[in-house]
C-alpha cells in the first residue's frame, strides 16, 4: 500500500509549500503537484496519478477543492477510486475519508449524491418550466433551422444532385453542405414532391 498527495493551485505564480508540507507531514510517500485551473477538465498530473494508483493505495489531499471541480466531480472521482479499490481522504476536511476508519464518510456521500441529484432534476424543471412559458408568449423558436428552401448552397446541391453526374461526397465539398443535412433535405422534399402528386426524382 502506497500513500499518494496531489497538490494544485490555480496559478504558476501560486506556490505549493503549504499543501506539500501538510501532505508531507500525514505521511505521503509520493507527491503529484500541479498548476492549473480547478474549472478546467485537462488536468494531466491528477490523470496520471490516477494511472498508477492500485488497490489497497491512498490518494490524500490537502482540500476537497484540490482535487474536484463540484460535487459532481468529487462523486465522479469517488466511483472511480472505488472501482479499483483506492481510498480518497482530505486533511482539512476531516469528515472525508474513505479509509476504514471513518464510515461516516460513505453515509455523507450518499447524502450529497442525493443532492447532487435532486439539484440536476430541479435545473431540468427549471428549463422545461422556461420553454413552456416561452411558448406561452410565443417566443420559444425551438432550434434554428440552418437550411431553408431559400439556402443557395442547399438548393445548388439539389440541382447537382438532379443532374446525377456527381457523388454526394463531391456535392457536399463543392457547396459547403453537411452530408446529414443534404440527406434530410433531399427525403424531405421527395416527400414533399410525392404528396403533391410529383413523383419525379431528385
Same mark, same amino acid.
Given at each position: 500500500?502506497?500513500?499518494?498527495?496531489?497538490?494544485?493551485? @490555480?496559478?504558476?505564480?501560486?506556490?505549493?509549500?503549504?499543501?506539500?508540507?501538510?501532505?508531507?507531514?500525514?505521511?505521503?510517500?509520493?507527491?503529484?503537484?500541479?498548476?492549473? @485551473? !480547478?474549472?478546467?477538465?485537462?488536468?494531466?498530473?491528477?490523470?496520471?496519478?490516477? @494511472?498508477?494508483? /492500485?488497490? !489497497? +493505495?491512498?490518494?490524500?489531499?490537502? @482540500?476537497?477543492?484540490?482535487?474536484?471541480?463540484?460535487?459532481?466531480?468529487?462523486?465522479?472521482?469517488?466511483?472511480?477510486?472505488?472501482?479499483?479499490?483506492?481510498?480518497?481522504?482530505s486533511?482539512? +476536511? /476531516?469528515?472525508?475519508?474513505?479509509?476504514?476508519?471513518?464510515?461516516?464518510? !460513505?453515509?455523507?456521500?450518499?447524502?450529497?449524491?442525493?443532492?447532487?441529484?435532486?439539484?440536476?432534476?430541479?435545473?431540468?424543471?427549471?428549463?422545461?418550466?422556461?420553454?413552456?412559458?416561452?411558448?406561452?408568449?410565443?417566443?420559444?423558436?425551438?432550434?434554428?433551422?440552418?437550411?431553408?428552401?431559400?439556402?443557395? !448552397?442547399?438548393?445548388?446541391?439539389?440541382?447537382?444532385?438532379e443532374?446525377?453526374?456527381?457523388?454526394?461526397?463531391?456535392?457536399?465539398?463543392?457547396?459547403?453542405?453537411?452530408r446529414? /443535412?443534404?440527406?434530410?433535405?433531399?427525403?424531405k422534399? =421527395?416527400?414533399?414532391?410525392?404528396? /403533391?402528386? =410529383?413523383?419525379?426524382?431528385?
Amino acid at each position: 500500500m502506497l500513500k499518494f498527495g496531489y497538490a494544485r493551485v @490555480s496559478s504558476m505564480d501560486q506556490n505549493l509549500d503549504r499543501q506539500r508540507s501538510s501532505l508531507k507531514e500525514v505521511g505521503c510517500e509520493v507527491i503529484y503537484e500541479e498548476k492549473v @485551473s !480547478g474549472a478546467t477538465t485537462d488536468r494531466p498530473v491528477l490523470h496520471d496519478l490516477l @494511472s498508477k494508483v /492500485s488497490e !489497497g +493505495d491512498v490518494v490524500v489531499v490537502h @482540500s476537497l477543492d484540490r482535487i474536484s471541480r463540484s460535487t459532481v466531480d468529487l462523486l465522479q472521482l469517488v466511483d472511480h477510486l472505488k472501482g479499483q479499490g483506492v481510498a480518497l481522504c482530505s486533511i482539512k +476536511d /476531516s469528515w472525508f475519508d474513505m479509509t476504514d476508519e471513518n464510515p461516516f464518510s !460513505g453515509f455523507l456521500l450518499t447524502v450529497m449524491s442525493g443532492l447532487s441529484e435532486y439539484e440536476r432534476k430541479m435545473i431540468r424543471m427549471r428549463q422545461q418550466e422556461g420553454i413552456k412559458q416561452a411558448k406561452i408568449k410565443g417566443k420559444f423558436k425551438g432550434r434554428v433551422k440552418k437550411y431553408t428552401v431559400e439556402h443557395p !448552397g442547399m438548393n445548388h446541391a439539389i440541382e447537382l444532385y438532379e443532374k446525377g453526374d456527381k457523388t454526394v461526397k463531391e456535392i457536399c465539398a463543392i457547396t459547403k453542405v453537411s452530408r446529414s /443535412s443534404f440527406y434530410r433535405e433531399v427525403k424531405k422534399r =421527395e416527400e414533399q414532391q410525392y404528396i /403533391s402528386g =410529383e413523383k419525379r426524382r431528385i
